[in-house]
């Protein structure tokens, strides 16, 4: 049921939902979901987040990846200790930032911000919410509330 709900709001949202959110046994598979959100939070020097869901825990961003998340978060308030993260593979309503995929590396993909010409890798935890490297990631960052 809770899974129908999150696929119908991404609908709402996108107009076009990815159908098949899992199945009782294995629960919903978060890469099935239009639009995803993480709360990352600054750690052991750098921007981690946790996300019980696919069983990552202070899940670091590396190399550039930080200061595309630096330059999001500038006007959020003790960002620091956290910030919704709301990504997906498509444009949604509100979106701040658009990276476009590079090269392939080490398991993970570059992404540019077109913007400034920054690049930052994300790595193979990508795929715990793609099942492809997507083309183009949508990104907005919001306070807690």
Not at 53 to 58: F, V
Not at 76 to 91: C, D, V
Not at 118 to 137: D, V
Request: aromatic letters at 12%.
């Amino acid at each position: 049921m809770r899974c129908r709900v999150f696929a119908l709001l991404a609908a709402v949202l996108l107009a076009a939902c990815v159908p098949g959110c899992g199945d009782r046994r294995t629960g919903p598979d978060p890469r099935n979901n239009a639009i995803k959100v993480i709360q990352p939070y600054h750690a052991h020097g750098t921007w981690v987040f946790d996300d019980a869901a696919t069983g990552l825990k202070a899940e670091a961003f590396v190399y550039g990846i930080p200061e595309m998340i630096d330059r999001l978060v500038a006007d959020i308030p003790n960002a620091k200790k956290g910030f919704r993260l709301t990504f997906s593979a498509g444009p949604f309503p509100g979106h701040e930032l658009v990276v476009e995929r590079g090269a392939p590396r080490d398991g993970g993909h570059f992404y540019v911000d077109p913007e400034t010409g920054r690049q930052g890798w994300l790595c193979p935890a990508l795929f715990k919410y793609f099942r492809e490297a997507p083309t183009h990631i949508y990104a907005k960052a919001d306070a807690i509330p």
